[in-house]
C-alpha cells in the first residue's frame, strides 16, 4: 500500500528496506511518541542498508570495598603480631649494633640509641615496630587510591547578574544623574537610564513625557523586558539620588533564584494591610516577576489598571504582582536590621526618626515591622541610602571601595569586581 500511495504522488516506489524502516518508524511514533528519533534518520546517518549498532556496553568498575577490607585486616593482624611477638629477641639485634670497629664490646658496650645495653634492646624493638606499622601504611595509601573516587567539589553557584534601571528626567540630568553614572552605576553587570529627554553622557533611553509614577514605570519596566531581558538575573528599578553598593546586594541574593516569584526593597503596608515596596529606596526584582508583570498583569485591566495612580503607584504595582502570586520578599539581614533606606543617612544617625516630617511619618505609620522608639536599626549589609546633596556620592563610593580600615577585622564580604574607578 505504502509503495502504491508513493508511485501514485510521482515518488519512485520505496525499496523493501526503505519499507521496513517506515513501518519501525510509524511503531515507534506511535508507541513512544515523536520525541523519539526514527529508525530511518538513525540509519541515514551510517547509509541506509548498515545494521543499527547497539551501544557498547559501560565497562564495570571495580568497587573499592574489597581492597578496603584486605588493607584493614592487614593492618590488624600486624598490630596484634607486633604486640604480641619479642621482636627484639627473635631477630637479635643486640650483635648487629655491638660491631667491635665502631662500638666498645662487652659489659660496658656502647649502643647507637642508648649508652645503657638494656635500653638499646628496648629502643631496636620500639623502631622495629615502627617501621612495619609505616610499611603498612604506605602499602594501604598505594592500594587504596587506584580504586577509590574522591568526590570532587561542587562549583559555586555564578554570582548574580544585576541590570540597574536609573529612572531620572531632563531637568535633573547635570545636576544628578550624571554623578550616579560616574560612581556606582559602574558597579552593576549592565545599566540603563531612563528619562523623557537625550543627554550625551547619559545617553538615556527616551519615553514621551508621563507625569503620573505608574504609567512611568510601567513603560519603563515594559521596555526593559523587551529589549533587555536576557542581559540580567535581577532587575532593579532605583531612582537617580539613591547611593547603591550593588556587591551587598548580590551578597543577599545568593540564596534566591532569578526564577523564583519574588520582590524586594523596603517593605512598607498599605491601608488595607497589602505589603509593598517604598519608591524611595529601590525595587529589586527577579527575572521571572518581570517576566510575569509584563506578560500577564499589564495586559489584563483586571489584574493591573492602567489609569493614574498619583502617589499610589507602588501599592498598585504590588496589587499586580499579588494577583500573579509574585511574594514581596524580607530584605533585611540575619538580625532583623535593614538593608534599603528610603531617608537620608544622617536621619538614622542622629537618633529617632522625625514624626512630624511627612516622610518620617508615612514610614512610620506604614512600616512592616515593628519598629522600637522610632529607631531603625541600620544594617553592616546595607544596600540602599537616600542621598541629600549629590556631589557626596563621590565621598561615599571612595569610603566604600577604595578606603582601608587598619585594626579591625577583615570585612565579611568580599567585592567581586577588583577594578575601581
Excluded at 516569584?261 to 512598607?268: D, E, R, S, V
Excluded at 527575572?287 to 492602567?306: D, G, H, K, W, Y
Aim: aromatic content about 12%.
Amino acid at each position: 500500500m505504502i509503495a502504491l500511495a508513493a508511485t501514485t504522488c510521482g515518488h519512485a516506489p520505496f525499496s523493501p528496506r526503505q519499507l521496513q524502516l517506515s513501518i519501525l518508524d510509524f511503531e515507534l511514533q506511535t508507541k513512544r511518541g515523536p520525541s523519539f528519533a526514527s529508525v530511518s534518520s538513525l540509519a541515514a546517518r551510517k547509509g541506509s542498508d548498515s545494521p543499527r549498532r547497539r551501544p557498547a556496553a559501560r565497562r564495570h568498575r571495580p568497587q573499592p570495598t574489597a581492597n578496603i577490607i584486605i588493607v584493614i585486616i592487614i593492618i590488624i593482624m600486624a598490630i596484634i603480631i607486633i604486640c604480641v611477638t619479642d621482636f627484639s629477641v627473635s631477630f637479635k639485634m643486640r650483635p648487629f649494633f655491638s660491631r667491635r670497629r665502631f662500638f666498645l664490646s662487652g659489659k660496658n658496650k656502647i649502643s647507637i640509641f642508648n649508652p645503657c645495653s638494656s635500653c638499646s634492646q628496648i629502643c631496636c624493638s620500639l623502631l622495629y615496630k615502627l617501621s612495619v606499622l609505616l610499611l603498612l601504611c604506605v602499602l594501604a595509601l598505594l592500594l587504596l587510591p587506584n580504586n577509590i573516587q574522591l568526590k570532587t567539589a561542587e562549583p559555586l553557584p555564578a554570582a548574580a547578574r544585576i541590570f540597574c534601571i536609573i529612572s531620572t528626567q531632563d531637568t535633573r540630568h547635570n545636576s544628578v544623574a550624571v554623578h550616579v553614572k560616574r560612581s556606582w552605576a559602574s558597579r552593576c553587570d549592565q545599566h540603563i537610564f531612563v528619562s523623557n529627554d537625550a543627554h550625551e553622557e547619559l545617553e538615556p533611553a527616551i519615553f514621551a513625557p508621563l507625569h503620573d509614577k505608574w504609567l512611568k514605570m510601567r513603560a519603563h519596566l515594559e521596555y526593559v523586558y523587551k529589549y533587555h531581558f536576557d542581559e540580567g538575573d535581577w532587575f532593579l528599578y532605583i531612582n537617580d539620588d539613591n547611593y547603591v553598593i550593588v556587591e551587598n546586594l548580590r551578597y543577599m541574593l545568593r540564596s534566591h533564584s532569578p526564577d523564583e516569584l519574588i520582590y524586594f526593597g523596603c517593605k512598607l503596608r498599605s491601608a488595607n494591610n497589602q505589603p509593598y515596596m517604598y519608591d524611595r529606596s529601590g525595587i529589586v526584582l527577579s527575572s521571572a516577576t518581570l517576566a510575569q508583570f509584563v506578560l500577564r498583569a499589564l495586559p489584563n485591566e483586571t489584574i493591573c489598571s492602567s489609569g493614574k495612580q498619583g502617589d499610589a503607584a507602588f501599592e498598585e504595582f504590588a496589587r499586580c504582582l499579588g494577583n500573579v502570586n509574585v511574594l514581596p520578599g524580607d530584605s533585611r539581614d540575619h538580625l532583623g536590621y535593614h538593608r534599603f533606606l528610603p531617608f537620608h543617612m544622617k536621619d538614622y544617625f542622629i537618633g529617632a526618626l522625625n514624626y512630624s516630617l511627612p516622610h518620617h511619618k508615612y514610614f512610620l505609620d506604614r512600616s512592616y515591622y515593628g519598629l522600637s522608639n522610632f529607631k531603625v536599626p541600620i544594617s553592616k549589609q546595607l544596600i540602599c541610602a537616600k542621598l541629600e546633596y549629590m556631589p557626596i556620592i563621590y565621598s561615599h563610593y571612595y569610603l566604600t571601595y577604595q578606603v582601608k580600615i587598619f585594626g579591625t577585622p577583615q570585612r565579611a564580604i568580599v567585592i567581586e569586581n577588583s577594578n575601581t574607578n
